[in-house]
Nanobody, 115 residues
Framework: QVQLMESGGGLVQPGGSLRLSCTAS????????MGWYRQAPGKQRELVAT???????NYADSVKGRFTISRNNAGNTVTLEMNSLKPEDTAVHYC?????????WGQGTQVTVSS
């Protein structure tokens, strides 16, 4: 069984910061890419940031310069540092991992940016 444990969501004021973490456990195989996606109310799910096992990162244009994605040495935990948060960042955030022929999703963690 594969489990993705997400943490770090919550309510923050505009301009504030949050850190999301996701740890994968179970029989997964070789993880190729880990990352975060988000889905705002009434919107389609979109990529936020990803990181490969080689350390290559990819960011949505809307978060470049504000968010930083990283991966631990074991390759089973992905962290998203979110700074200068804006109300438009409000969304359910989903951890995602990709292995050969398989994709896994976390249950989602809510990020709300509001006064």
């Amino acid at each position: 069984q594969v489990q993705l444990m997400e943490s770090g969501g919550g309510l923050v004021q505009p301009g504030g910061s949050l850190r999301l973490s996701c740890t994968a456990s179970g029989t997964i195989g070789s993880i190729i890419v880990m990352g975060w996606y988000r889905q705002a109310p009434g919107k389609q799910r979109e990529l936020v940031a990803t990181i490969s096992r080689a350390g290559t990162t990819n960011y949505a244009d809307s978060v470049k310069g504000r968010f930083t994605i990283s991966r631990n040495n074991a390759g089973n935990t992905v962290t998203l540092e979110m700074n200068s948060l804006k109300p438009e960042d409000t969304a359910v955030h989903y951890c995602n991992i990709n292995v050969p022929f398989r994709t896994y999703w976390g249950q989602g963690t809510q990020v709300t940016v509001s006064s």
